[in-house]
Structure formats: structure tokens, C-alpha cells
């Protein structure tokens, strides 16, 4: 039911369901994404309604998250898990299924916030109808991501456009770093209004703690030296650069190394085939002893894995955004990411981590190596990778800057012709004390 007394916006994730477990099949950072973001929108005074694809028949349809923030899952195609990239078919009928709700409520939401490509398309398609401002964030850009992978899927040619048509006829489009915004400009349009506003993460329960009682909770010893990968099991995350970089670090003799990686479904699910593949080269180099396979962790025990962890590595192909980088650091973890999108703004190189090229599983070995054997730098890092989050990343900051950009779309609708003139917070970048050197400092 509508509450008359707050101002009702949408979010549409259609493939990214916010209430899902997070982890695991498809199931990532745009889930985690929406879902902060609603309910922070929500403390701030907002009834915010998320919509998403119906991918179970048992699954509740609506799960209310908290009294202001609900998901809302609408029928489009069959209500089973599809791959995103096969999932534009159903587009209309979540159209239809979005308008028949609107009706039954008794109104239509004079905000929607759109996320990824196919609820840009759903978005253009509830503007054509007038009365509705869009507010677009993108979380992967097809025209970044085709770069970095050798055969383009069918879909392609459509998910460009609609990526044009979006950026050229939103009201606004939300950039999480201001690498996409670039991206946005040299390759997708000069058109369209483009803000730039950063995920966030919980700084709440992504915090420090002893390192000491983290491991003890994972039964890990204050000896082992401790590199962690997290996040889902897809062939553009780079799980393979990991694997190899620490099969690098093991062949060096590295002491007490384990290697851990954290994420993924289960063997039949759509995500299994990578983690087989992954799983065959950890035993194919020589691995197996020194490596766990964590499984999906839940955001209640992340914290653990991070603060427990000497390393925390990112070697994402191609990254938007990337939560993971801010989770870990805002638990004290320095972090050794790809050198790529969203980890350029994230990571600050030499004082919260390291940035070393995409897929050069060397370069990662090597700068995994200069931390994990240089205690006094490692520590420098752990303390400047909170204070970097704790500024700069607070879903609670992030949901301010939304709300004042909401504020400023709606406002606009009902002035015609204004100029833009919304400046958002602007984001606090910390100066740091000059470089701290770090040299190579490994002892067994
Ligand atoms: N994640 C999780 N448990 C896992 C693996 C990943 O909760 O076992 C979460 C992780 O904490 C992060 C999200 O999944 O919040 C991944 O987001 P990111 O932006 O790093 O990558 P994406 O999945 O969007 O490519």
C-alpha cells in the first residue's frame, strides 16, 4: 500500500534482486547496491519501492525490508534464474507488469532510479508515457566491457544503444567514479547530464577489528601470510590472475602462505562452471594445500575474512565500481586491484594499496609480495584504507547526495527550462602524508 505521507520513488533492478542472497549466482554489487540505497533513502524520509524480475515461484512478492523500503518482484518470462544477457526478450512484459502495479496502487512514482542496461530500456519506456523523471546508474558499460572480451554476445548491438538512448534522455545519469564519467563521455555520448555520485559500503559492519580474533575465528594461525580473493565466480573478476599470482608467491617460498578465495554458488549453478575451471587450476599448479575455497560468506562474517586478511586482492578484467576494494579497506585490508575503472578512484596507490595492470599475474605476485613481507608499511596501509572509506564511501553520505539530486530532478520538472545547476556534495578526497617507501623487506 502507497504511504501518503512520504514521497514515493522506484528503483528497477530488474536482474539484480535486492532482497537476494549476495554472492553468488549474478548475485553481486549492483544487488547490494540497491538495496543500501533504498534503505538509506527510506531513513531519510523517502517510501522507496524496488522492483525486480521474479525468478521464483516461492519467493515472497514482496519482502519488506523496512517499513519505508520494500522489493517488489514482478512477473517478466518465466520465473526462473535467465542470464542477464537473455533476459531483454522479457523486457515488455516487466513493462506491463510495472504499469499493472502502478494502477492497482492508485498511482504512478514521479521518480524512478534505474540500474543496468535492461531497466535503462524499461525506464525509456515508462518516460515515453510522460510524468516520470529518470534518474540512470549503469554499474557496467557495455561500450568498457566488450573491450575487454574477445567475442561480443548477440545482445550487444541492442545494449549499446540503449546505453545511448539512456545517457541522451535521462534526466540525470549517476556515475560512480568520475573514470566512468569519462568512460560515459569518450565513448558513449557527449549528450545527456551526467553526476557523479560513489557507491558506498556499511562502515557500520565493515570495520577494523583485532586481527588477532579474526583469525582465531576462522581458525587461521598469527603465522599464515593471508591473500583474499571475494566476490562472484565469473572469468572477468580474474580469479585466474589470483590463482596465479599466488601460485607465483608459493613457488618463491613464500612461509605460511594460504590463499583464500570467498564467493560463489554451487557446481550446477550458473556461476559453476568458472569455479570448476578455477578449482582444476588451483590443483593443476600445485595448490590445494595452501588454498580454501570459503564458499558464499555473508556480510555479517566478511569482516572477519578482511580483517584476518594480510592482502586483499581485486583483479577484476574491467571493474565499474567494485564494493569489494572499499569493503575490505574500510576493515583495515590494504588492498592490490587492477588498475582499472572504478578500483582508479577507490584505491589511492602507495597508501591504501596497490594498482598493477589487469591480468599480469606477475605484476599482482610482485605487489602482494612488497606488502605481505613489509609489516610496518602493511600496518601504515591498513590505518589509511579505513580513513580513505570512513570519508569518502558512507552509504548514509551516498544517500544524502541522492537525495539532494532526487530533489533537484523533481524540482526541475515542475520549472520548465531551467538550467542544471545541481551540484552534488562534493566528494572529500584526503590528502595523505607525503609516500610512504616501502622496500622489499620478506623474511621466512
Ligand atoms: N559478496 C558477498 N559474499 C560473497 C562474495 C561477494 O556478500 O561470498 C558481496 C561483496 O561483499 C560485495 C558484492 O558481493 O558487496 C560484490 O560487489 P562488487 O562491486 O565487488 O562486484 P560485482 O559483483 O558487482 O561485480
Same mark, same amino acid.
Given at each position: ?5 512520504? $514521497? ?170 568520475? $573514470? ?265
Amino acid at each position: 500500500m502507497q504511504r501518503l505521507d512520504r $514521497q514515493a520513488i522506484a528503483l528497477i533492478s530488474n536482474h539484480a534482486d535486492p532482497a537476494a542472497d549476495i554472492g553468488g549466482e549474478e548475485a553481486g554489487g549492483q544487488n547490494v547496491y540497491v538495496r543500501q540505497v533504498g534503505e538509506h533513502l527510506a531513513e531519510l524520509g523517502w517510501q522507496v519501492d524496488m522492483f525486480t524480475r521474479r525468478i521464483n515461484a516461492t519467493d515472497p512478492t514482496i519482502v519488506e525490508h523496512t517499513p519505508h523500503c520494500r522489493t517488489i518482484r514482478l512477473k517478466a518470462g518465466p520465473e526462473e534464474f535467465i542470464p542477464r544477457d537473455e533476459q531483454f526478450a522479457h523486457m515488455p512484459e516487466f513493462v506491463q507488469s510495472f504499469q499493472e502495479f502502478q494502477s492497482k496502487q492508485g498511482m504512478a512514482y514521479p521518480l524512478i532510479h534505474t540500474n543496468y542496461w535492461l531497466s535503462a530500456w524499461i525506464g525509456l519506456q515508462l518516460q515515453k508515457n510522460g510524468g516520470t523523471q529518470l534518474v540512470h546508474t549503469y554499474h557496467s558499460l557495455g561500450a568498457v566491457k566488450y573491450q575487454s572480451i574477445p567475442e561480443l554476445p548477440d545482445i550487444a548491438s541492442t545494449r549499446l544503444a540503449v546505453e545511448k538512448e539512456i545517457l541522451e534522455n535521462a534526466d540525470c545519469i549517476i556515475a560512480t567514479s568520475p $573514470q566512468e564519467k569519462e568512460s560515459l563521455r569518450n565513448l558513449v555520448s557527449p549528450l545527456g547530464q551526467v553526476e557523479i555520485i560513489p557507491c558506498g559500503t556499511d562502515i557500520s559492519n565493515f570495520r577494523p577489528m583485532s586481527r588477532t580474533e579474526a583469525r582465531a575465528h576462522l581458525g587461521l594461525s598469527p603465522q599464515d601470510r593471508v591473500v583474499l580473493y571475494v566476490g562472484r565466480f565469473d572469468p572477468r573478476k580474474g580469479i585466474e590472475t589470483f590463482v596465479r599470482a599466488g601460485a607465483l608467491l608459493h613457488q618463491k617460498g613464500i612461509p605460511n602462505l594460504k590463499l583464500i578465495i570467498a564467493g560463489g554458488s554451487s557446481p550446477d549453478k550458473a556461476d559453476g562452471q568458472e569455479r570448476l575451471r578455477i578449482e582444476a587450476l588451483v590443483k593443476e599448479l600445485g595448490l590445494e594445500e595452501v588454498t580454501t575455497f570459503a564458499g558464499r560468506v555473508d556480510h555479517d562474517s566478511l569482516p572477519y575474512y578482511y580483517a584476518a586478511t594480510d592482502v586483499s586482492v581485486v583483479p577484476s578484467h574491467y571493474e565499474p565500481f567494485g564494493l569489494v576494494a572499499i569493503e575490505a579497506m574500510a576493515c583495515g585490508a590494504p588492498v592490490v586491484a587492477s588498475d582499472v575503472g572504478g578500483l582508479q578512484f577507490t584505491v589511492v596507490p602507495e597508501e591504501t594499496g596497490l594498482l598493477v595492470p589487469p591480468q599480469d599475474h606477475e605484476a599482482f605476485a610482485e605487489a602482494i609480495e612488497r606488502i605481505i613481507c613489509n609489516e610496518a608499511w602493511a600496518q601504515q596501509l591498513r590505518k589509511q584504507a579505513t580513513i580513505n572509506v570512513n570519508q569518502r564511501f558512507s552509504w548514509s553520505g551516498v544517500a544524502i547526495q541522492l537525495t539532494e539530486l532526487y530533489r533537484h530532478v523533481l524540482a526541475k520538472s515542475l520549472m520548465h527550462e531551467q538550467p542544471w545547476n545541481f551540484r552534488s556534495t562534493p566528494i572529500r578526497h584526503q590528502s595523505y602524508p607525503s609516500k610512504i617507501l616501502s622496500k622489499n623487506l620478506c623474511q621466512s
